[in-house]
């Protein structure tokens, strides 16, 4: 199966335009940084900040879930008819926030401040995610989308899979702090495809283009 998706394909078959590839990429560091944290975050709040549990660390993340879906749907209504390049900086916006969230973990000395920096998570990725969505799911190459939408859940799964080990290794070794602080810089390399694409795309395309 594997030879038949890869073998006696033309180069072309797998060209992808430069927002595609830009979305992707973002993806795996942004999701990655995300794993690296989550699957052991419960030991964190149970063992690193007085008064905390598991409890604790399960409420927190609802309220995450909570918060994020507010701002999903107050962002999908506002971009709705908005320019491509408002959504590039909304998603950049969104982005920032997420870091700034596992910098105030990093700094977290009690429950409130959990519940306050998971909220600032959900702000983040509940503005930004319709609007990376959006943009990806505009520029899906024609006749490529399933194609395209599985290399995307491909690569950002594989970064998922091995960040939650790197995260396990570099907790146990070096502490939490310190990965939180990794997370929130590979979390910010997530903004730098976009950055390029968006300053190729204001030098390289007509103006007419650009309004639009």
Do not use: Q
Not at 1 to 25: L, W
Not at 52 to 66: D, M, Q, R, V, W
Not at 120 to 125: P, S, Y
Request: proline share 3%; hydrophobic share 50%; charged share 15%.
């Amino acid at each position: 199966m594997i030879k038949e998706i890869f073998i006696g394909r033309k180069p072309s078959d797998f060209h992808m335009n430069g927002v595609v590839k830009a979305f992707i990429i973002s993806e795996i560091f942004l999701w990655s940084s995300w794993n690296a944290i989550i699957p052991i975050f419960a030991i964190f709040a149970a063992t690193k900040i007085p008064g905390g549990s598991t409890e604790i660390a399960a409420s927190s993340f609802s309220c995450y879930l909570i918060v994020r879906v507010i701002f999903e749907l107050i962002s999908g209504r506002y971009l709705s008819k908005s320019k491509e390049m408002k959504k590039f900086i909304i998603s950049i916006a969104g982005i920032i926030l997420i870091s700034i969230g596992y910098l105030g973990f990093a700094m977290t000395t009690s429950v409130t401040s959990i519940f306050i920096f998971y909220s600032v998570i959900g702000m983040g990725l509940g503005i930004a995610t319709p609007a990376k969505n959006s943009l990806f799911s505009m520029h899906l190459d024609k006749n490529k989308e399933v194609t395209e939408w599985s290399i995307y859940d491909g690569f950002v799964f594989m970064g998922m899979a091995m960040s939650a080990t790197i995260g396990g290794f570099v907790a146990s070794s070096y502490g939490f702090t310190f990965l939180f602080y990794l997370a929130a810089t590979t979390n910010l390399l997530s903004i730098i495809p976009y950055l390029l694409y968006a300053k190729r795309r204001g030098t390289t395309e007509p103006e007419h283009l650009k309004r639009n």
